[in-house]
C-alpha cells in the first residue's frame, strides 16, 4: 500500500496562517518599484494599492541577452537593501569577487550611498573563482547556509544562475528548482539572474536552460534591447537612429499585481537602469502628434 503524505494536505486557511507577510522590497531601480501593486477590500470594492517594491520573499528571474543591464540590476538591488540596513548575500559566478566589489562600489557612488556604508553588509561567495561552489550544489547551498546564518541576511543575490549549469542545461531544471526551495526555506528574497542563449527571443522569458527557469519561480522581469534603424523609430522613442534602446517588461508575478506594459529602460551616464514610460505611451503620443 502506498504511503500518504498526510502533511501535504491543508485546507485554505491552514495555509494562509503560515504565509509571509505581503509587502514591497526596494529594488533601488528608478521606476521599477512602482510597478508592482496588490489588492484590498474598501467599501465592498476592490482597490488597486502599490507595493513599493518585488514581493518580500519573492524570487524573482532577471533575464536578457548580454548588455542589457542584468548585473547593473542586481548589483543596485544588492546597495539598495544594505543601505536600508538589510544585509544580502551576493552569489557571484561569472566574475572574481575583487571585481565585483568594483562595480558594486560604482553603483554606491551613482545611487549617493557612501560604500563604507554599506560594503560591510554585502557578503561575497565567490564562485566564480571556485570549481567546487559552480559544479557542487551541495557545497554551495551549504555555504549560502552559513553566509545566512552568519550574517542575518534577508536577500540572496546570484549572478548568474546560468553559471550554475553552463554545458549541463539538462540540469537546469534540478539545480534552480534546489535554490528556488532553499530561499523559500531561509525566508530570503531572491533576484537570480539568467542567460540568454542566442537562439532565444529577446522578449521572451525564456533562458539557457529553458522555460522551465522561469517557470519554477515566482516571477520573471525580462530585460531586452534593438538598435533604432529608422527615424520613425527616432521620433517615437527619443532615442538617436544607431544607438541601443533597452527595454523591460514583468513577466508574470505570481505574488502579487504588476504592471504588463513594456517600458523603456535607461541606463544612466553614471552607470544605473532607470526604468522609463510604457513604449505603448510613446507610440500613442507620436500618433496624435501625426494627426495633428
Not at 526596494?26 to 476592490?46: A, H, K, N, S, Y
Not at 543601505?83 to 565585483?100: C, K, Q, R
Request: hydrophobic residues 40%; contains cysteine.
Amino acid at each position: 500500500m502506498r504511503e500518504v503524505e498526510l502533511d501535504a494536505v491543508m485546507t485554505a486557511s491552514e495555509a494562509y496562517t503560515k504565509a509571509p507577510k505581503l509587502f514591497g522590497i526596494p529594488t533601488g531601480v528608478e521606476g521599477l518599484d512602482d510597478l508592482f501593486f496588490t489588492t484590498e477590500i474598501e467599501d465592498g470594492r476592490p482597490k488597486k494599492v502599490p507595493l513599493g517594491g518585488i514581493p518580500h520573499r519573492a524570487v524573482i528571474n532577471v533575464t536578457g541577452i548580454p548588455d542589457t543591464g542584468k548585473s547593473l540590476f542586481a548589483e543596485q538591488f544588492a546597495v539598495k537593501q544594505a543601505s536600508l540596513g538589510y544585509p544580502v548575500v551576493f552569489i557571484t559566478v561569472e566574475s572574481p569577487a575583487p571585481f565585483v566589489t568594483q562595480g558594486l562600489s560604482q553603483r554606491a557612488a551613482a545611487m549617493g550611498i557612501e560604500w563604507s556604508e554599506v560594503e560591510d553588509s554585502i557578503i561575497l561567495i565567490d564562485a566564480a573563482s571556485s570549481v567546487k561552489l559552480r559544479e557542487d550544489v551541495d557545497a554551495l547551498l551549504d555555504t549560502l547556509a552559513y553566509a545566512i546564518r552568519e550574517y542575518d541576511t534577508k536577500s540572496v543575490v546570484v549572478d548568474s544562475i546560468t553559471g550554475l549549469f553552463e554545458a549541463r542545461e539538462m540540469l537546469a531544471r534540478s539545480i534552480v528548482r534546489r535554490m528556488f526551495n532553499f530561499l523559500k526555506k531561509w525566508g530570503q528574497t531572491g533576484i537570480l539572474i539568467s542567460q540568454k542563449r542566442s537562439s532565444h527571443e529577446e522578449g521572451s522569458a525564456e533562458a539557457a536552460g529553458g522555460y522551465a527557469v522561469s517557470h519554477i519561480l515566482d516571477g520573471t522581469i525580462v530585460l531586452s534591447k534593438k538598435v533604432i534603424t529608422s527615424l520613425w523609430e527616432e521620433r517615437t522613442y527619443g532615442i538617436p537612429v544607431g544607438d541601443v534602446m533597452r527595454t523591460i517588461r514583468i513577466d508574470g508575478m505570481r505574488l502579487c499585481g504588476h504592471d504588463t506594459r513594456t517600458h523603456l529602460l535607461e541606463i544612466t551616464e553614471t552607470g544605473l537602469v532607470r526604468v522609463g514610460p510604457p513604449i505603448s505611451e510613446l507610440v500613442k503620443r507620436r500618433r496624435e502628434e501625426v494627426r495633428a
